[in-house]
């Protein structure tokens, strides 16, 4: 099993920045892919970036060019770092990990930007 608990989510004006964090422990090794979604009420969980065991990067159109992916594995944590936010990127955030074809998800965390 992996663990994930993310954090760093709130409210934020139109413009601004937030940085997500997610924190990973449990069977950790092995893990060859992780990532961020979000989900809106009534709406499927979307994809906004991934970050590969080798560094490799892959983002959603809607976030390319303002959001940033990186993990940092000697701190065991996922990292979204969001600049220029807009009222369209409010939503609940879940960091996913994907280990033996297995994806572990976390419990999610609210952003709110605000017009």
């Known amino acids: 099993q992996v663990q994930l608990v993310e954090s760093g989510g709130g409210l934020v004006q139109a413009g601004g920045s937030l940085r997500l964090s997610c924190a990973y422990s449990?069977?950790?090794?092995?893990?060859?892919?992780m990532g961020w979604y979000r989900q809106t009420p009534g709406k499927q969980r979307d994809l906004v970036a991934t970050?590969?065991?080798?560094?490799?990067?892959n983002y959603a159109d809607s976030v390319k060019g303002r959001f940033t992916i990186s993990r940092d594995n000697s701190k065991n944590t996922l990292f979204l770092e969001m600049n220029s936010l807009e009222p369209e990127d409010t939503a609940v955030y879940y960091c996913?990990?994907?280990?033996?074809?297995?994806?572990?998800w976390g419990q999610g965390t609210q952003v709110t930007v605000s017009s």
């Open positions: 996913y990990a994907r280990r033996y074809f297995r994806n572990f």
């Open positions: 449990g069977s950790i090794a092995n893990i060859d892919r």
């Open positions: 970050i590969t065991t080798g560094g490799s990067t």
